[in-house]
């Protein structure tokens, strides 16, 4: 499977926007799929990840109650809605796709992953 994310930008402080990582193939749907992101001189870190049904869905601390992640299985889309954005968000976020279905936080599970599509916050 291909993963294309899109959605990044430059946003202030405060502000909002919505990633999506479209996948190819026609499997989609048994994926579950995940989110990281990694900054500049920083190790990629887990933001969020949701199983194959949507059913559940799992955040890092740091994001949560601000980011949201869902899907849209008839779209092969996944979406990250992140709102109240700070600096320390500033980051290339990717998407991943885990073929077990779950939602995984651990990196080391994902069979795919996305470009990246960055994300920069301006204080």
């Known amino acids: 499977v291909q993963l294309q994310a899109s959605g990044g930008g430059l946003v202030q402080a405060g502000g909002s926007l919505r990633l999506s990582c479209r996948a190819s193939?026609?499997?989609?749907?048994?994926?579950?799929m995940g989110w990281f992101r990694q900054a500049p001189g920083k190790e990629r870190e887990f933001v969020a990840a949701?199983?194959?049904?949507?059913?559940?869905?799992y955040y890092a601390d740091s994001v949560k109650g601000r980011f949201t992640i869902s899907r849209d299985n008839a779209k092969n889309t996944v979406y990250l809605q992140m709102n109240s954005l700070k600096a320390e968000d500033t980051a290339v976020y990717y998407c991943?796709?885990?073929?077990?279905?779950?939602?995984?936080?651990?990196?080391?599970?994902?069979?795919?992953w996305g470009q990246g599509t960055e994300v920069t916050v301006s204080s």
């Open positions: 193939g026609r499997t989609f749907s048994n994926y579950g």
């Open positions: 991943a796709a885990d073929k077990d279905g779950r939602a995984e936080v651990a990196g080391i599970r994902y069979d795919y």
């Open positions: 949701i199983t194959w049904s949507g059913g559940s869905t």
